[in-house]
């Protein structure tokens, strides 16, 4: 997530996304109230993101600042496939509160756990409308061309043969920067500030490239399951 928004060349804005904590909910009693319930549609079980929304809002107003040291965004990751209100829209990956990343109980995301680079995209992409960033093509972002496919595309992008090839889909639209800025400069609430990372650590993992961590095949792997590999 950190690397698309460090693909921001803005002098005027650097965003670094840092963990300060995890939590791994194994049983529903850990949270406040009984969960909002999964069902099963089509032979996989679902989750209303925007039940689960305000279950993680509940949490984060009942324990975020008594279990977590200062943080600006809370994501909750699930397996289960989500729908917005109702079944019938089942196609979303991920949910978050727009220009919300200032409201002590809205700065929340709940994002689908699939495979790990469309979660990271969806995450960089939930984590966005917090910040402010709408659409591209869209509101305040009704200037940036949807069809150049940046991150805030309204849908998660994936790459196929009918598609070319774009960068964009690692990159921030100039109105979702623009937005940005308008959230956190103006507003001035993050929490967290300053030096986000130790320099010898950063310096010895930056030696190598993302691409030279994974193997294609192990990309192949990661992003569409066990039985694809790379052939080329």
């Not at 991920?94 to 990271?120: F, M």
């Not at 070319?164 to 103006?186: M, Q």
């Not at 993302?210 to 066990?226: A, K, R």
Request: charged share 20%; glycine share 6%; aromatic share 12%.
């Amino acid at each position: 997530i950190n690397l698309r928004y460090k693909t921001i060349e803005d002098p005027s804005i650097s965003i670094t996304i840092i963990l300060q904590h995890f939590t791994i909910f194994q049983r529903e009693f850990l949270f406040p109230h009984k969960l909002s319930k999964v069902i099963t549609h089509k032979g996989k079980k679902y989750i209303n993101a925007q039940l689960y929304s305000g279950d993680l809002k509940q949490w984060v107003k009942t324990y975020g600042n008594k279990m977590v040291p200062a943080f600006d965004h809370a994501m909750l990751f699930t397996g289960h496939e989500l729908y917005a209100g109702s079944i019938q829209n089942s196609g979303i990956t991920g949910l978050s509160p727009l220009k919300s990343v200032c409201d002590e109980i809205q700065k929340v995301s709940i994002i689908q756990s699939t495979h790990y680079s469309r979660t990271v995209l969806t995450a960089a992409h939930e984590l966005g409308h917090n910040l402010g960033a709408m659409h591209d093509g869209t509101g305040d972002a009704n200037d940036c061309n949807p069809d150049e496919r940046f991150i805030m595309y309204f849908e998660t992008i994936t790459f196929n043969a009918s598609i070319p090839y774009s960068r964009n889909a690692w990159l921030f639209s100039t109105c979702s920067v623009e937005s940005f800025k308008k959230t956190l400069i103006t507003k001035d609430c993050v929490k967290v500030k300053g030096l986000a990372y130790d320099m010898d650590e950063w310096m010895l993992f930056m030696k190598k490239e993302p691409g030279d961590v994974f193997t294609p095949s192990m990309q192949c792997f990661i992003l569409y399951g066990h039985d694809h590999v790379f052939n080329g």
